[in-house]
């Protein structure tokens, strides 16, 4: 039975760690930037788009599935708790309606997930369509209450004064849930993600859980689930970066070279999206997030990376060159066997009942539609192309590409001697025609079989025509007195100009500000610290000064105080952060502002509030804070976002961690507070 949260030992994770590049990581503007919220917006809920309605409607799906799930969850319970027999048969009777109430809407699920049609260019160009990935959708998320009890409890501060930084977050989650498909709502989603890093470090503590459900639908089936760890929002999220880089490159006009570089981006951005949160996470709670799936999509999205360069090859092969030719079967046969290793893939146990059923059918007919392509191209560089047309150089050439276009070498006579002969070449070319044929129809009985593909007309067109080309060549090369038996073509080596590249996340494109960054520098102001309630110091200057020592920015640190001096009769201890002088905050404040304020101080003194930081273990904690923390993989990504070399032992959520120590590299005393480097500040007053 489908559990509806997992216990917290299967939380959702987070596996490893390490320390990215800096152009790995996302770029924060400045502390002191106005923050205006988010320029990005999702698009209009109510717009009656195709792929609007689409999406609403299995929102809908999804609420219901939910709605019948948590029906068979409590009859099961029942049906186990009771003894009476006849309430055993009732609860049978309405579990048997359930169950295939579940089965019509999965079904139903399943067809719209299967709509591909929505997703394609409205180009008339003939193209086999590309196989896009739908959004997960999410419940709305309402951070109000959770965020104001941890910031009156851990911080301290009059919670009403963040009313607008908490709607800020949640207008931004909001517009995430519906993203344009195109770069702005990349953008969004980005934007959410690494806002996510603030969050996590805020308000996500070791200690005590924030105790917000983030509540997700599996993309294909509809199964909701939910999760209180961070990283589950923070995977599915990233799960609908990549969904969305499929949509936006199965959108493409691919009859245009810039189109299709275009689509081969975001197939490959996709794809890297999916092996990143694959890599990085565990425990994922749905069967899309599991690792099967993943590996599932990123061979599809190479695959159709690969689909795509054979599709620029052809559009710049205008020539009917030998060579030329003998390249674009071999491009035809490269897609056909990155196909055939997405088909393999869907077939694994956990993957054939979970994968829908056109697409593991639209794989199938592509891989055999382009092992005909590939042989139908070697038969017209055999049959429409004479060597002795060209030069001997250019002969030289072709005979070296075909001593190598075979996966191995085929019985009878040499190659060599079957190029120079215009029989020989008939024949041979025939052979691939015949292979060519009834791989052709192969692809178009597995397409009649799916009643999905059958109504997908762009693709009963191409196959259509490809075919009755083939067959027409086929037709041109009989012969009345061909007796003999067409011999087998031989399997011709596949081979690419282009393998496709995987290509990561790349967090630092989208720039953002912490919502929450009036609480002060991440380095102090976080959820892993803990320290006592703001104490208020009223010092009155004497002549050997106010006898305290400071050092550092963004909060200036008290690094000592004068035995007997004004600072230690007023209660000031060595530690303290200085976060208010006079009522002014400054917790963001440099070391040279603090020591002007308090020089500016009247004879009447000056009110200073503090905050003295504690832990479990107060030199373990000194240390983390003073030196290079350790960091987890997917948070360093976001050093700029985080600022602080990394982050304490005690992580925020219960994630796999592999320790690395890195070293001490400065990123901004924005967050970090690496006092080893500004010792030179430290003064007297």
């Not at 180009?123 to 590309?130: F, G, H, I, R």
């Not at 709502?185 to 993600?193: A, F, H, K, T």
């Not at 880089?245 to 199965?250: E, L, M, N, R």
């Not at 245009?256 to 975001?266: M, N």
Request: include cysteine; hydrophobic fraction near 35%; glycine fraction near 6%.
């Amino acid at each position: 039975m489908f559990t509806m949260e997992e216990p917290a030992s299967r939380q959702f994770e987070l596996l490893s760690d390490g320390v990215s590049d800096d152009d790995d990581m996302p770029l924060s503007l400045p502390a002191d930037s106005s923050h205006g919220g988010s320029i990005r917006k999702g698009c209009d809920p109510f717009a009656q788009t195709q792929r609007s309605k689409l999406q609403h409607r299995r929102a809908r799906i999804n609420q219901q599935i939910n709605k019948e799930m948590r029906m068979r969850a409590g009859a099961e319970n029942l049906f186990r708790a009771t003894t009476n027999n006849k309430v055993k048969e009732t609860v049978a009777l309405e579990l048997s309606f359930v169950n295939s109430n579940l089965q019509l809407l999965k079904e139903e699920l399943e067809e719209l997930n299967s709509n591909m049609e929505v997703y394609q260019t409205d180009s008339e160009a003939v193209n086999v369509p590309m196989i896009p990935l739908g959004l997960k959708e999410t419940k709305e998320v309402d951070f109000s209450v959770p965020i104001q009890d941890f910031i009156g409890e851990h911080y301290g501060e009059d919670t009403s004064f963040y009313d607008k930084e908490i709607k800020e977050l949640m207008e931004l989650r909001q517009a995430m849930r519906t993203p344009s498909r195109n770069q702005a709502g990349l953008e969004l989603l980005m934007e959410y993600y690494n806002q996510l890093y603030y969050l996590d470090q805020r308000f996500f503590s070791a200690h005590k859980n924030l105790g917000v459900h983030f509540h997700w639908y599996d993309s294909l089936t509809g199964v909701p689930s939910s999760q209180r760890a961070l990283a589950f929002e923070k995977g599915s999220v990233l799960f609908n970066i990549g969904a969305l880089y499929t949509q936006i490159g199965a959108r493409q006009d691919r009859s245009a070279a810039a189109s299709i570089d275009t689509a081969i981006d975001a197939f490959q951005r996709a794809a890297g999206a999916f092996n990143y949160l694959k890599e990085n996470f565990s425990n994922a709670p749905s069967l899309d997030m599991s690792a099967p799936s993943l590996s599932m999509l990123v061979r599809l999205m190479v695959a159709q990376v690969q689909e795509c360069v054979f599709e620029r090859i052809t559009l710049a092969t205008q020539d009917t060159h030998f060579t030329s030719q003998l390249s674009l079967a071999q491009e035809a046969a490269r897609v056909s066997d990155v196909y055939f290793l997405v088909q393999q893939t869907m077939t694994q146990p956990l993957m054939k009942d979970y994968v829908p059923f056109s697409w593991a059918s639209m794989v199938q007919v592509k891989s055999e539609h382009f092992r005909a392509l590939s042989h139908y191209y070697a038969a017209v560089a055999l049959c429409d192309h004479m060597l002795s047309a060209e030069g001997e150089a250019c002969e030289e050439e072709a005979e070296k590409a075909f001593l190598n276009f075979y996966v191995s070498v085929p019985a009878g006579p040499p190659l060599s001697q079957t190029l120079r002969d215009p029989e020989k070449r008939r024949k041979l070319g025939k052979a691939h025609l015949r292979r060519a044929v009834i791989r052709h129809e192969e692809a178009m009985r597995v397409h009649s079989l799916c009643k999905i593909l059958r109504k997908m007309d762009i693709l009963q067109d191409v196959l259509s025509l490809t075919h009755k080309r083939s067959l027409y060549k086929y037709t041109e090369l009989d012969r009345e007195d061909d007796f003999d038996e067409t011999a087998e073509a031989p399997e011709i080596q596949s081979q690419t100009q282009q393998k496709p590249d995987i290509i990561p996340p790349n967090f630092s494109k989208v720039q953002v500000t912490d919502i929450f960054q009036r609480l002060g520098p991440l380095s102090v102001f976080c959820a892993r610290a803990r320290w006592g309630p703001v104490r208020v110091i009223c010092l009155q200057k004497r002549e050997g000064g106010l006898g305290l020592t400071l050092r550092g920015d963004s909060p200036v640190l008290v690094a000592g105080v004068v035995p007997g001096g004004c600072a230690e009769e007023a209660g000031l201890r060595e530690g303290d952060y200085i976060v208010a002088v006079d009522g002014q905050d400054c917790k963001w404040a440099k070391h040279g502002e603090v020591v002007h304020m308090l020089k500016t101080c009247s004879d009447r003194g000056i009110e200073i509030s503090v905050v003295t930081l504690h832990s479990h273990d107060t030199q373990l904690e000194r240390k983390s804070i003073m030196l290079s923390h350790s960091s987890d993989k997917e948070n360093a990504r976001q050093r700029l976002l985080g600022g602080a070399k990394g982050q304490s032992s005690a992580s925020l959520l219960n994630w796999n961690r592999k320790k690395k120590r890195e070293g001490g590299k400065k990123l901004g005393s924005t967050f970090s507070l690496s006092f080893g480097s500004i010792r030179d500040a430290e003064a007297m007053y």
